[in-house]
């Protein structure tokens, strides 16, 4: 995935597959519309019809569908794996932030978190912990014997934090591969996968539907895909 940064606080995501995504308010991805489709000639965010091509991604594939109701992401170090959990977000058509793709606003990070997720915060609605084995440990007393495939302590702790503000029934960990779980999360849905995070689609979808969002199923279909 290739980023772009404006000046006017947009982040904009290109995906390997073309798709291009606007992270940014309201007001400002309805100023990009107008930008691209002055630059592109185009009187219409429709997509070109089959068969034809501008030389262009499709608008509608660019700019992110606005909703009162926001997913904050959770991740390691394990791009791949973000990547493709933001494109299926993508796909299903639900806003989400991910702390790594905004500017911070000259804020550090715990202030940015507890900004989006902390107590007192309205802006997130649902969360997804991303838990890939970035790291390796062991209990001590267990000696090294006992070595098993960690998240990153980052992951942990933004993890706490979502459940202290949203609650853990809307919330998902999606696991990847062979992973040791924190034993403190007990009670919270956790959904596996071992090549492609699209293999946690159906259950995510299920998830999603039961906080309260509503989900196209021919979006959560071709998510799946």
């Known amino acids: 995935m290739h980023q772009i940064k404006t000046e006017e606080g947009e982040t904009i995501n290109l995906y390997r597959?073309?798709?291009l995504q606007i992270?940014?308010?309201?007001?400002?991805?309805?100023?990009f519309e107008e930008d691209y489709n002055q630059y592109s000639g185009s009187t219409s965010p429709a997509p070109s019809p089959a068969g034809t091509s501008t030389g262009q991604p499709a608008l509608e594939s660019m700019v992110a569908p606005a909703t009162s109701k926001q997913v904050f992401v959770v991740h390691g170090h394990d791009e791949t794996a973000r990547e493709q959990l933001e494109l299926v977000l993508h796909k299903l058509g639900i806003d989400h932030f991910v702390l790594q793709n905004s500017g911070g606003g000259g804020l550090t990070i715990i202030e940015s978190l507890e900004a989006k997720i902390g107590q007192n915060s309205t802006a997130t609605s649902f969360g997804i912990v991303l838990m890939t084995p970035d790291d390796m440990g062991y209990a001590?007393?267990?000696g090294p014997d006992s070595i098993q495939p960690r998240a990153r302590q980052n992951v942990v702790l933004e993890m706490g934090m979502l459940i202290s503000s949203i609650g853990r029934r809307n919330m998902a960990i999606l696991v990847k591969g062979h992973i040791e779980k924190p034993s403190d999360a007990d009670g919270i849905l956790y959904i596996p996968f071992n090549n492609h995070v699209k293999e946690t689609v159906p259950r995510l979808a299920n998830r999603l539907k039961e906080s309260?969002?509503?989900l196209n199923p021919d979006k959560v279909a071709h998510a799946s895909s």
């Open 212 to 214: 309260g969002f509503v």
């Open 23 to 31: 992270q940014a308010s309201p007001a400002l991805k309805s100023k």
């Open 17 to 19: 597959n073309g798709t």
């Open 140 to 142: 001590q007393s267990h």
